[in-house]
Every structure is written in structure tokens, then in C-alpha cells.
């Protein structure tokens, strides 16, 4: 079996999540290419039997490469075993977390109604303000009024990802 971890990122929280999902398609003995689609651009899928489709959450949105991606290759995924996942901030949020999921795995998955995918993950990213430009850290204030209330130091990154869920989460898509 050969599977292919298609992603986009801003920070490269989710460059992180890409790999360890691949390594543990490794350790099952899955041939796996992991593809940051900013970085290289992928003109065939037909050799992947599992193709797992990544990206990064800004205000909302998937990132453009992995959109594009979706986009040129919806009917050739409609015929593979094909999973998506987000990195965003509102995976952190007990209360956000059923919105996120609605808004960034289930309206994507409607956006592309002949893709279906077998599994959908929603997982937490990394904050890290010193990474973000002047506009964006006036628009995430409120996020980091949050993370000071909970006695988060926001002048040093904050890793809310969780690698068990990830890696439960790619171990039920083996099965």
C-alpha cells in the first residue's frame, strides 16, 4: 500500500502533525510521501491507494494549496480511501471544538461532495506570537487574553497539539 500526506501550512504546526502521521504509516508498513503543497506541487495521484489531506487554520480558512489540491483532483479522491485533517486554534476550545469541526472538516467535505473521506481529524496547532506580523497579532487578541487568563505565557510558544489523539486518530484510519 502506498499513501501520500498531501498539506498546507502557514507556521508549520501542521508540517509537524504531517510527519508524525507519516511515521506512523511507516511503522505499518505503508510507503508514505509527505508533501508540503507550498513547497512542491503534485500532478499525479494514481499510485496512492490512501491519500490523507492536510492544512492549517487562519481566520477560518484552509490554505490555498491544499483548497487547489482538493480542487484538481476531487474525482480521482472520490475513488481512493482518503482522510482530512485541520490544525487550528479552536481544537484547544472544549466549547469551539464541535464549531471547528463543522466549519473547517464538515463544510469542506461539502464543498467536495464526491470526495468521501473515511476519517476527519481536527488537532491544535502551535501559538507562537512571535511568528505572526504586526496585523495578525492585533487580530488574535482575544485568543491571547484567553491564553493569559489560563496562565499560558504567550511571550514563549504554546504546543497545544495532542500527539496521542494524532496518533489514535491514524491508527482507527489503518483499520
Given at each position: 500500500m502506498k499513501g501520500l500526506i498531501a498539506y498546507g501550512t502557514r507556521y508549520n504546526s501542521t508540517t509537524d502533525i504531517a510527519e508524525k502521521i507519516g511515521g506512523i504509516?511507516?511503522?505499518?508498513?505503508?510507503?508514505?510521501?509527505?508533501?508540503?503543497?507550498?513547497?512542491?506541487?503534485?500532478?499525479?495521484?494514481?499510485?496512492?491507494?490512501?491519500?490523507?489531506?492536510?492544512?492549517g487554520i487562519r481566520?477560518?480558512?484552509?490554505?490555498k494549496e491544499s483548497l487547489m489540491f482538493l480542487e484538481r483532483f476531487e474525482s480521482e479522491l472520490s475513488k481512493k480511501k482518503t482522510?482530512?485533517?485541520?490544525?487550528?486554534?479552536?481544537a484547544r476550545d472544549p466549547e469551539k471544538y464541535e464549531e471547528a469541526k463543522e466549519n473547517y472538516l464538515q463544510k469542506i467535505k461539502?464543498?467536495?461532495?464526491?470526495?468521501?473521506?473515511?476519517?476527519?481529524?481536527?488537532?491544535?496547532?502551535?501559538?507562537?506570537?512571535?511568528?505572526?506580523?504586526?496585523g495578525i497579532r492585533?487580530?488574535?487578541?482575544?485568543?491571547?487574553?484567553d491564553l493569559k487568563t489560563q496562565g499560558i505565557d504567550t511571550s514563549k510558544p504554546y504546543d497545544f497539539r495532542n500527539w496521542k489523539e494524532i496518533q489514535d486518530w491514524t491508527k482507527d484510519l489503518l483499520n
Open positions: 504509516l511507516a511503522e505499518a508498513g505503508i510507503e508514505t510521501k509527505i508533501v508540503n503543497l507550498g513547497e512542491e506541487k503534485i500532478t499525479d495521484i494514481s499510485s496512492y491507494d490512501l491519500v490523507i489531506i492536510g492544512s481566520f477560518g480558512s484552509w490554505t482522510a482530512l485533517f485541520v490544525s487550528c486554534a479552536d461539502e464543498k467536495y461532495p464526491s470526495i468521501k473521506p473515511c476519517k476527519l481529524g481536527l488537532f491544535g496547532g502551535v501559538i507562537d506570537l512571535k511568528r505572526y506580523g504586526f492585533q487580530m488574535v487578541k482575544v485568543l491571547i487574553k
